[in-house]
């Protein structure tokens, strides 16, 4: 059975850093595209960035420069750190597993950015 679980969301002020994790098990981790997405309040969920088995990464261009997104392959986990936190970036951040013909998803975190 496939898990991916996420931590690390929570409230941070504008300008603040987070670092999420998403630990997967139930599956060969580095076979996997792996991504984070978010949905905010009333809108469409929406890519934040991918990265492949071979550290091949792309983002959004709204995270771009304040986002990174990295895997470590050995402990099957993906990470997400964030940095210079805006208001617009609140959402739940949900991690993704995919490869040809197959998806997973992650039940979620909140990350709240307020002051």
């Known amino acids: 059975q496939v898990q991916l679980a996420e931590s690390g969301g929570g409230l941070v002020q504008p300008g603040g850093s987070l670092r999420l994790s998403c630990v997967a098990s139930g599956l060969f981790f580095n076979m996997y595209i792996m991504g984070w997405y978010r949905q905010a309040p009333g809108k469409e969920r929406e890519l934040v960035a991918q990265?492949?088995?071979?550290?091949?990464?792309n983002s959004a261009d709204s995270v771009k420069g304040r986002f990174t997104i990295s895997r470590d392959n050995a402990k099957n986990t993906l990470f997400l750190q964030m940095n210079s936190l805006k208001p617009e970036d609140t959402a739940v951040y949900y991690c993704?597993?995919?490869?040809?013909?197959?998806?997973?998803w992650g039940a979620g975190t909140l990350v709240t950015v307020s002051s």
């Open positions: 993704k597993a995919e490869r040809v013909g197959r998806s997973y």
């Open positions: 990265i492949t088995s071979d550290d091949i990464t």
